[in-house]
């Protein structure tokens, strides 16, 4: 009986069972694992989407680099062949590239290469063109891994775009003592590279 | 972890049978609980703190590295397309899209006596302009204004930049320069289009004798932020089989308004400039404004 009136007692005290006892410090407990937890997958997350681009970077530096050379493009044949050597090395990612006139408007740029991606040539792109194996075709080239989808500009695809100055040397007739003659002409462009995953 | 062990042995001893000292034991138990998980949030806030603030900063540095790359390798580009590339003779530029698609004597300008334009490389037109009397002209520095102007004309919204041909010297004091062409966006005034202010900006050429050979540090450098620079070496001919060594740069830096760029052609300035926009009718046209 004593026993008895000693747990009502308790229980006036605020005694709740084991568990019960200990809510007060299970909340800090239980909020602070919880900011852990969130913290940690926030970072984790951050170093990884940030070593991503990091790296995506730096593959477009090198790539970019290849391609380019020296900054002097001899001909359509010597780009198409840096643009299969730097795709023929398993590049991580998918990557366009063209040459425009220095005179060109590069606020188009993105889409212009996106509609040379869809529809092959386009003779009205203001990509630079010249003569290979007998037909005119542009500074233009696009490397897509197996099953990759085409380049759309829509929120969800991350892309990085740098411009490159560059001098094309570019084939031109004119006509010298009334005979028209080939002379090879270096003028300044810019070469414009999209990459994306 | 002592209050740890003081739970432990207060479990213990609660364990057994209640007494009143029993019951003195249950609160001291759950208060040094509830102070163990406040030590515990304040550790974890902490850990928190930390690993926020390496999520925030991570890769910042090599960001700015790869950056600074790029925009050396910019730099570096650009000064190669300009040893690179061909002029016309009459020191304008050439800029056709697809030359294949059309003919050099169409494009328009004065044409040699023999119906077509002669062009050749820039560098060339310098040397052969040196090898007369060891000094450029203006035609050869209009030359030079003009190529700049068509290789970086893609990016002439974003950038202003300064390229020079200089001796090589280690002698302080007098100027080295041969030749040294500014290039920046010059405000004249504001318009007024459909009730808004516009501003009125150009781009502008300049040709400097500065007196001294540290006019572009101390004139140009400090007021314009960061600087990305590309140095090359030429040998100029000095006659009978002599050359020298020359140095020839391009700096590039992101356009901004300063001050001491405003009006490099004042008097007062120890930069010493010449507009050169006036002097071809290829360079930005500014007599509306310059009037």
């Known amino acids: ?197 | 972890m002592i209050r740890g062990k003081l739970r432990m042995n207060q479990r213990g001893q609660a364990g057994g049978r209640s007494s009143p000292g029993d019951l003195l034991h249950q609160e001291q138990r759950a208060q040094a609980a509830l102070v163990d998980s406040l030590f515990f949030i304040a550790i974890i806030a902490t850990i928190c703190t930390g690993l926020f603030y390496f999520a925030v900063n991570y890769g910042l540095g090599t960001e700015s590295l790869l950056n600074s790359f790029y925009s050396s390798d910019f730099a570096m580009d650009s000064l190669k397309v300009i040893t690179y590339i061909n002029v016309m003779r009459d020191g304008s530029a050439v800029l056709v899209s697809n030359p294949s698609s059309s003919s050099l004597s169409t494009i328009s300008g004065t044409s040699s006596p023999g119906g077509a334009r002669e062009y050749d490389y820039l560098l060339a037109l310098i040397k052969e302009d040196f090898s007369k009397n060891k000094k450029l002209g203006m035609q050869t520095k209009i030359a030079i204004a003009n190529t700049l102007y068509s290789v970086l004309k893609p990016f002439d919204d974003s950038v202003d930049y300064a390229f020079y041909i200089s001796r090589e010297s280690t002698v302080q004091g007098s100027s080295t320069y041969l030749a040294l062409i500014l290039s920046t966006h010059k405000f004249y005034r504001y318009d007024v289009i459909n009730d808004r202010n516009v501003p009125v900006v150009r781009r502008v050429f300049y040709s400097c004798e500065p007196t001294n050979n540290k006019a572009l540090e101390k004139n140009v450098f400090p007021y314009v932020g960061k600087i990305d620079s590309a140095l090359g070496k030429i040998t100029l001919g000095t006659g009978l089989g002599n050359t020298s060594p020359y140095i020839i740069g391009l700096h590039v830096w992101v356009s901004k308004q300063v001050g001491v760029l405003q009006d490099p052609a004042a008097t007062a300035s120890e930069l010493g400039c010449t507009m050169l926009n006036p002097l071809s009718p290829t360079l930005p046209y500014v007599g509306d404004l310059e009037s």
């Not at chain 1, 970077?57 to 900054?71: F, L, N, P, V, Y």
């Not at chain 1, 002097?72 to 425009?100: A, E, H, W």
């Open chain 1, 1 to 197: 009986m004593n026993k008895f009136t000693k747990r009502i007692t308790f229980t006036k005290r605020g005694f709740i069972g084991p568990i019960g006892d200990d809510l007060p410090s299970l909340v800090p407990l239980v909020i602070s694992l919880l900011l852990f937890f969130s913290i940690f997958t926030l970072t984790l997350n951050t170093y990884n989407s940030k070593n991503f681009f990091i790296n995506k970077q730096i593959e477009m530096t090198s790539a970019a680099r290849e391609i380019k050379g020296d900054s002097l493009i001899l001909n359509l044949d010597q780009f198409m062949k840096k643009c299969r050597t730097v795709s023929g090395k398993n590049f991580p990612y998918n990557f366009m590239v063209g040459i425009y006139g220095a005179d060109s408007d590069l606020r188009s740029t993105v889409n212009d290469l996106m509609e040379l991606q869809n529809n092959g040539a386009n003779p009205n792109s203001p990509v630079l063109s010249a003569d290979l194996l007998g037909s005119q075709q542009n500074y233009f080239c696009v490397y897509k891994h197996v099953g990759a989808r085409p380049f759309s500009q829509n929120a969800k695809t991350a892309y990085l775009l740098r411009y490159y100055p560059v001098a094309v040397q570019q084939a031109i007739t004119r006509t010298v003592n009334g005979a028209t003659v080939t002379e090879y002409l270096i003028i300044p462009g810019v070469m414009a590279m999209v990459v994306w995953e």
